[in-house]
């Protein structure tokens, strides 16, 4: 063959190999336009009569299928094409420098022509590409549908574990740095963002870590009566009291404020004097380990706004309030009856904080950017009684993974002593007067 022949050769290779790079180019611009459009802004912009959008609903409504699509034929495209690379080298070179000359090319041709410049150009253009694209895509959909679906299945039986039905394209953790870079470029403000996060972390948090611990609970005999059973409701702020036996973990009911009132001022003239376990509610108990996801979806599903926690020892633990769960996601929700609540959070000085003694020890990490990993126990108060040994009283103080932990707190109900604040200083700061104080 002539050199004429061979460069005209090498010339329509060359043409096929840089239209396939292109093609690879515009499936890897749709692929990230795909990617970036919404679902209930292309909603917004068909019943808006946005040309083309009604024809993206259908892509929207199945885009795994459609995604795995586009990354088939830029694969097919984008590969086709280095392999013409390699040919067109073969023909100047030996076929160990074809190879080397045929790869650099394709690698530096793709990370231009389908890596960086058709991605970037997909995201900000998004709806306009997409829009564009939907006619093609749902016809290429319609011819190679049941191809991509077929690799789909061969991928996940190679595949160690369960694999993907739809294929391995989308996952929490991207959904979460989606949000992160939302709030960044101001789409959503950082309390919203906060709240999303939240909303993933429910199912990794359990139901103790945000109960009401089992001495702090208000509870009532099943003998007392419904004026006594007012009165205490009244007192504590709660319009929901669960009902005892003989000890605590006998746990027999709860009485509600609502019914408590309808009795006494509705049943007659001796309607206030009826035990309270006349008109009480089945408990629902709950274990402690129950992560809070499906807490709540058992709490809206049955209507039910309280449940009682057991440990693994079948003892009650505690009691979690629907107010609890949502309280993970919104943040402190702080009514009428919480006015002498302790803050979970008081800055009181640079490294300087006052806690609730019942903050997460993951938290209190987390504020003062120290490692607090304690398998033992969850709590402040409980790190505080790890490390002394015996129940913490007021006034202790410990020392832990360069923190100082001041124990605060006084008399409760009962009269018996307890600690409901620690003061937190990072060692080496300057303690306040607050924890001269205490320390005194």
């Known amino acids: ?25 515009v499936f890897a611009s749709v692929d990230a336009a795909i990617h970036s459009i919404s679902a209930a802004r292309i909603e917004e912009l068909a019943a808006g009569e946005r040309p083309g959008a009604d024809r993206l609903l259908p892509i929207i409504a199945d885009r795994a299928r459609y995604v795995n699509l586009l990354v088939l034929l830029r694969l097919a495209f984008e590969i086709t094409a280095t392999a013409i690379a390699v040919v067109i080298a073969r023909e100047f070179f030996r076929l160990g420098p074809s190879i080397a000359v045929g790869s650099t090319v394709m690698v530096l041709v793709s990370y231009v022509l389908i890596g960086v410049g058709p991605r970037t150009v997909g995201r900000q253009h998004a709806y306009q590409i997409a829009i564009a694209s939907a006619i093609p895509l749902r016809i290429i959909g319609k011819l190679l549908g049941p191809l991509s679906k077929l690799l789909i299945v061969v991928g996940n039986a190679i595949t160690p574990g369960r694999g993907f039905r739809e294929g391995p394209f989308a996952s929490e953790i991207e959904l979460r740095e989606l949000v992160d870079l939302a709030k960044e470029r101001g789409v959503v403000a950082d309390e919203e963002r906060r709240m999303i996060q939240s909303v993933f972390e429910l199912a990794d948090t359990t139901a103790r870590e945000i109960m009401v611990p089992r001495p702090d609970m208000v509870w009532i005999e099943a003998d007392k009566t419904a004026v006594q059973a007012i009165s205490l409701a009244v007192r504590s702020g709660h319009s929901r009291v669960p009902v005892i036996g003989e000890t ?19 049943g007659g003239s001796e309607g206030g004097s009826k035990p309270v376990a006349q008109f009480m509610r089945p408990a629902v108990f709950v274990p402690d380990s129950k992560p809070l996801d499906k807490l709540l979806e058992d709490m809206q599903r049955t209507r039910n706004h309280m449940a009682l926690l057991v440990d693994e020892y079948g003892g009650i633990a505690g009691l979690v309030t629907i107010e609890d769960v949502l309280e993970e996601i919104v943040g402190e929700i702080v009514d009428e009856y919480d006015e002498n609540e302790v803050a979970p959070v008081e800055q009181l000085g640079e490294g300087e904080y006052r806690v609730s003694a019942r903050v997460h020890l993951e938290d209190l ?34 020392r832990a993974s360069g923190l100082e932990l001041v124990a605060e707190g006084g008399p409760d109900a009962r009269g018996r002593l307890r600690i409901s604040t620690v003061l937190v200083r990072k060692l080496g700061a300057e303690p306040s007067r607050a924890e001269k104080e205490a320390i005194a």
């Open 365 to 398: 990490g987390e504020l003062l950017d120290v490692e607090l990993d304690e398998e033992e126990v969850d709590t402040v108060g409980g790190l505080i009684a790890l490390l002394l040994g015996r129940v913490p009283l007021p006034g202790a103080s410990v």
């Open 1 to 25: 063959m002539s050199v004429s022949d061979s460069l005209a050769n090498a010339t329509g290779l060359a043409l096929a190999g840089l239209g396939c790079a292109c093609l690879a180019g």
């Open 248 to 266: 605590v973990d006998d746990v027999v009911g709860v009485v509600y404020l609502k019914d408590l009132v309808e009795q006494a001022f509705m």
